[in-house]
């Protein structure tokens, strides 16, 4: 918009002088230079058209790779090439199109802000009436009315529209049904650093540490199942207290599920899943970086704050004959969400 434009937009109603007066519009390279212009335009148009190519590759990968084939990527893990890929392109593409329009807004529109006088919003009667006149005509020449065929049929018609999206819906997997009812912990499962697969000995952890975990054998049972799920399911934290700190544990009468204050607990939170590491030594309380939700880990797990209703499945743990942790047996109730009752 030019400055002349501008101020005509920006005068009050008293004389010229603009009510709001703007600071003076300062101009860009690319206002100034035709040739920064079209640089930054062949810039923004190259980020589309690579943004668009990253949707081709989506595509591609999605109908070649296909969905059993793995690769490790080290310390993150083993993960399915098709996600890594698909989630990749699509991401790439997402952001590219958002730099893009960033670029062009701040290199190629106008910059120079201008201000306009306020008027009443509201139409007049008159045009009210004419606009509810056209369109009753438009609603009785459309034949809506009259065509009870076709508005039934057309109604039909878009009451089913939104079942492909529902139907969709079956590629987000099976319901877990008693699938989280157990998990691969046994008898014996040797207990390992998660990162680095090290079996864990009670000397290695202090009063206050907090080490993540899993089964020793997970590996292979995830090879074999190709999947992620017995990861996400054994997922564990330890927790190291001193013995008299620990007020209650999930453990019939008679019986411990420490071993001299070190606890095993579920990782995954049982409000919606999210996996859970922050642990206070002081409180004992392990919160959920989700909702909040606050368990106390020195109290059986216990929830005191947050919308987690249900508390964190401890799993019952010992040493074996090398001195290594291990478990004393499989979590005694379901770990994960709770949204699916479980009665
Ligand atoms: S997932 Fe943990 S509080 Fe919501």
New binding site residues.
């Given amino acids: 918009m030019s400055s002349d434009h501008g101020k005509t937009l920006s005068t009050a109603e008293h004389g010229d002088e603009p009510a709001f007066p703007l600071p003076a519009h300062r101009h860009r390279l690319t206002d100034t230079s035709p040739r920064a212009a079209r640089r930054a335009e062949r810039q923004v148009a190259g980020m589309f058209v690579l943004s668009a190519l990253l949707i081709v590759a989506f595509i591609a990968a999605y109908v070649a790779i296909p969905t059993s084939t793995f690769v490790n990527l080290g310390v993150i893990g083993i993960v399915q090439l098709s996600n890594l890929i698909l989630g990749a392109t699509f991401g790439l593409s997402i952001l590219l199109i958002g730099i893009g329009a960033i670029q062009w807004a701040k290199k190629l529109m106008s910059d120079e802000e201008v201000t306009d006088e306020r008027h009443p919003l509201g139409s007049p009667q008159e045009d009210r009436d004419e606009a509810l006149a056209a369109f009753q005509m438009g609603v009785t020449e459309s034949g809506f009315v009259e065509r009870k065929i076709v508005r039934r049929t057309l109604i039909g018609a878009l009451a089913l529209f939104p079942v492909p999206l529902i139907v969709l819906l079956k590629d987000m997997g099976p319901l877990p049904g008693d699938s989280l009812r157990n998990t691969i912990w046994r008898k014996g499962s040797r207990i390992v650093i998660d990162v680095t697969g090290q079996p864990v000995k009670p000397q290695d952890m202090g009063v206050g540490t907090l080490i993540s975990a899993s089964p020793e054998d997970l590996n292979t049972i995830q090879e074999e199942q190709g999947n992620q799920n017995e990861r996400a399911k054994a997922s564990i934290i330890l927790v190291r207290m001193a013995p008299d700190e620990i007020r209650s544990q999930q453990s019939p009468k008679g019986a411990t599920w420490d071993y001299q204050g070190i606890l095993a607990f579920s990782k995954i939170?049982?409000?919606?899943?999210?996996p859970?590491a922050l642990y206070q030594k002081a409180t004992h309380h392990l919160l959920?970086?989700?909702?909040?939700?606050t368990f106390d880990l020195a109290d059986s797990g216990n929830v005191v704050f947050?919308?987690?209703n249900r508390r964190m499945p401890q799993l019952p743990i010992t040493v074996d004959s090398e001195g290594y942790l291990v478990a004393q047996g499989d979590f005694q109730e379901p770990v994960g969400?709770s949204f699916w009752e479980r009665g």
């Fill in positions: 939170c049982t409000h919606v899943g999210c859970i959920c970086p989700c909702h909040q939700s947050g919308p987690a969400p």
